[in-house]
């Protein structure tokens, strides 16, 4: 696993949401981009993981279509990215970096109400 501060990979993530459609990045509201080494356990059991499974990013909160028309109240929805999980799936710093700003697009989709399935097809149409 390659070695990287805090510090650097939360540049990495500024980096990749300055490089991110801009249109998808000014339409988030409330909602908190983080990282963390790895997944809480409270973060492992909802969303089932067995052990062993690599959990890159993580979307939690109330998608964008399941919402009503008023102001957002109440605690931001959160996007966690896992720094030694990436860490651990890229080889060098460019695949880092490309895994980080896939990793927040996918992240974001979520936000937006894509399930896995439509924004599978997206990916590969690029």
């Given at each position: 696993?390659?070695?990287?501060?805090?510090?650097?990979?939360d540049?990495?993530?500024t980096?990749?949401?300055d490089?991110l459609?801009q249109e998808?990045?000014?339409?988030?509201?409330?909602v908190?981009?983080?990282?963390?080494?790895?997944?809480?356990?409270q973060?492992?059991?909802k969303?089932?993981l067995?052990d062993?499974?690599v959990?890159?990013?993580?979307y939690?909160?109330?998608p964008?279509?399941h919402?009503?028309n008023?102001?957002?109240?109440?605690m931001?929805d959160?996007i966690?990215?896992?720094?030694?999980s990436?860490?651990?799936?890229?080889?060098?710093?460019?695949?880092l970096f490309?895994?980080?700003?896939?990793?927040?697009?996918h992240e974001i989709?979520?936000y937006?109400?894509?399930?896995?399935?439509r924004?599978?097809?997206?990916?590969?149409?690029?």
């Amino acid at each position: 696993m390659q070695e990287l501060t805090d510090e650097q990979f939360d540049a990495l993530i500024t980096r990749a949401m300055d490089e991110l459609p801009q249109e998808y990045i000014t339409g988030l509201e409330n909602v908190a981009i983080v990282m963390e080494d790895e997944p809480s356990p409270q973060q492992r059991e909802k969303m089932k993981l067995r052990d062993g499974t690599v959990l890159l990013g993580l979307y939690e909160g109330v998608p964008l279509i399941h919402r009503g028309n008023g102001p957002v109240v109440g605690m931001p929805d959160k996007i966690t990215l896992f720094k030694h999980s990436i860490l651990r799936v890229t080889h060098n710093e460019e695949e880092l970096f490309e895994q980080i700003k896939r990793t927040l697009w996918h992240e974001i989709a979520h936000y937006y109400g894509l399930d896995h399935g439509r924004i599978h097809e997206l990916e590969h149409k690029k």
